[in-house]
């Protein structure tokens, strides 16, 4: 079975310019996650999406970030314009969703961004 | 914000000894869930305890909670050195995961 896949592995942009990193969580998956991982930190919850819906995006800072699922499989994470603190890793998960088998996150392997 | 703690931030241990991992967290809780992640790479799940269970073992890896102090505890056994990376503990409520600092273990062979 076939894991998270993110794409870009890695991408390096000047600050002011926009960035989009790419996601395909595992097949049948109905939640997908969004998280920013800090040097040294955590991941922190970006945005979760049910299907196509977002229905957590309260971390999210809507001034300058975006993001969508349009049929409720791959998603898209866009900010523009990028910021130089916006450096980080942008990990996507995803989970069957609903119920007690919906508890476990299945991770990408990140996109790791740098903005100079 | 970020609920989980774990303890201590780093440790470093031989091939072939215990490693244990605390988590102390702060609000009430559906699960505990441990994750491992190696350099570079994104997270692996581990294990999975639910706010009713007191202990939860899975191969080398055994799992405490205790809910009335808030915290839980990860001892891996008989380590190796692939075991070289950072565990996260995460606190899951409503299918929201808020995940620790993590520690950074590292297995010397």
Known sequence: EAGVVQSPRY????????????CNPISGHNTLYWYLQNLGQGPELLIRY???EAVDD??????????ERL??????????PAELGDSAVYLCASSLGG????????????TRLLVL | SQQGEEDPQALSIQEGENATMNCSYK??????QWYRQNSGRGLVHLILIRSNER????GRLRVTLDTSKKSSSLLITASRAADTASYFCATGSNYKLTFGKGTLLTVNP
């Open chain 1, 99 to 110: 119920g007690l088998r919906g508890e476990t996150q299945y991770f990408g392997p990140g």
């Open chain 2, 27 to 32: 609000t009430s809780i559906n699960n505990l």
């Open chain 1, 58 to 67: 309260s971390q999210l800072p809507k001034d300058r970030f975006s993001a």
């Open chain 2, 55 to 58: 202990e939860k073992h899975s």
């Open chain 1, 71 to 80: 049929k409720g499989v791959d998603s898209t994470l866009k900010i523009q």
């Open chain 1, 50 to 52: 049910e299907n196509e």
């Open chain 1, 11 to 22: 991408k390096i942009i000047e600050k002011k310019q926009p960035v989009a990193f790419w």
